[in-house]
């Protein structure tokens, strides 16, 4: 499971928030989300679904889609 830094960044345009805002409602680390973007971080099931509340889309919607 890996974070689609593109369709995340999406669902934050979408939202108008910043990376900053993201983490600060999603209560995450904010170098967490950047660990997560660059692949030195596993993503956890919890994680995704903060990130994808927050944002309000289906936590699917935030992955790489596999091929």
Known sequence: MKLD??????????????????????????SSLIKLLNGRMKLTPQTLGKIARTLEVKPKDLLKDEE
Do not use: P, Q, W
């Open 5 to 30: 830094k593109y369709k995340l960044e999406l669902a934050m345009a979408d939202k108008c928030y910043s990376k900053t805002r993201l983490v600060a409602n999603a209560g995450i680390c904010y």
